[in-house]
Nanobody
């Protein structure tokens, strides 16, 4: 059973930075992609970025491509989301999730079968 645990959320001022972590355990990740999603109150879950575990290729949504960076640490089986130049509209619960590798780049939440519990990010002065 694949388990994902997010950490690193918190309160940050506009323009600040945070790094989210997603610690993963349970099975081999070689055939999986890992994505970050976010959901603000009253909105649908939005795909932010994803990474193909086997080769490290990444994809970022246009809305965050110049500010957020997804990466992985193979030894620690952890995926990170570095978030810079944060804006109030980035406020949301951020989730990491896993999907079988062929679907990794689509960032389609419906295809991700394993989810973490989420971590709150609040950008406010």
């Amino acid at each position: 059973q694949l388990q994902l645990v997010e950490s690193g959320g918190g309160l940050v001022q506009p323009g600040g930075s945070l790094r989210l972590s997603c610690a993963i355990a349970g099975i081999s990740l070689h055939y999986y992609g890992i994505g970050w999603f976010r959901q603000a109150p009253g909105t649908e879950r939005e795909g932010v970025a994803c990474i193909n575990w086997s080769d490290g290729k990444t994809f970022h949504a246009d809305s965050v491509a110049d500010r957020f960076t997804i990466s992985r640490d193979i030894a620690k089986t952890t995926v990170y989301l570095q978030m810079n130049s944060l804006k109030p509209e980035d406020t949301a619960v951020y989730y990491c999730a896993a999907v079988p590798a062929p679907a990794w780049r689509k960032l389609d939440a419906a295809q991700y079968g394993y989810w973490g519990q989420g971590t709150q990010v609040t950008v406010s002065s």
